[in-house]
């Protein structure tokens, strides 16, 4: 008599699938905001991490209160600099296991008023060491036959930000979504893993001073489903899905996290 087929396959434990422990991570822009919780959530698992930015007390009082972190100062608007990350990764490490893109900045300036110099910058930030610095780590990881690279866009790489203005952000966010399908696709059947997060409005630095009562707060509280801001703790799981082998099979995807902003 036939039947359906029973999976008998063994069933990981929910630590173990999503573990990152021993695992060497570069997270950059790593001095505040959801970079800094990237890397200390990476470190509270047992992640190697190279914790990357501009500011250097920042970092080393994140790796004084996390001894699995290591301070990595550089700008990465600087070409020269970006080589030199994942040299010091490979050097500390041995090798490179997931990279998070998270480095970069938005500004508000309607689009007839941003001069070109600064949308050009704004790409070189947002996209293109992002571009850079995954094709870098990228190396190491296809000799290994194994890695994941996270890049950190927003919901407003998917829709538009009106009626806050930022068309060079809202650009650079949109390429770095399709630049993850591309190199997902790129990989996929060299075992390195390429997808982004796009979360929605998070207390951040870039989001000071948008609470309830002031420019651009009750817009986002108004017209976000769950009528909050989200708190950083609430991307710590897509972090580690993405980081472990619990995403095995996911490359090339944009996953939003943003209290059903982008389902509206």
Known sequence: MGGASVDAS?????????????RAAIVTGASSGLGQRFARVLAANG?????????????????????GIVPCTADLADEAARA????????EFGGVDVLVNNAGYGNVVPALDE?????RAMLELNLVAAFELARLAARPML???RGSIINISSVLGLVAATPIPGSSYA????????LTRQLGCEWARKGVRVNAIA??????????GMEAGKPGGDFVLQNCPMGRFGEPHE????????????????????????GGWTAR
């Open 10 to 22: 063994p069933v990981t434990p929910a630590p173990d699938l999503f573990s990152v422990a021993d």
């Open 47 to 67: 992640a190697r991490v190279l914790a990357v930015a501009r500011r250097t007390d920042r970092l080393e009082a994140l790796a004084a209160e996390w001894p």
């Open 84 to 91: 030199g990350v994942i040299d010091t990764a490979v050097a």
């Open 115 to 119: 001069p070109i110099a600064s949308f």
């Open 143 to 145: 000799d290994a036959r």
């Open 171 to 178: 650009a650079s966010k949109g390429a770095l979504i399709n």
């Open 199 to 208: 979360p929605g409005f998070f207390p951040t630095e870039a989001t000071e």
């Open 235 to 258: 991307l710590d799981g897509i972090l580690l899905y993405l980081a472990s082998d619990a995403s095995t099979y996911c490359t090339g995807q944009t996953i939003t996290i943003d």
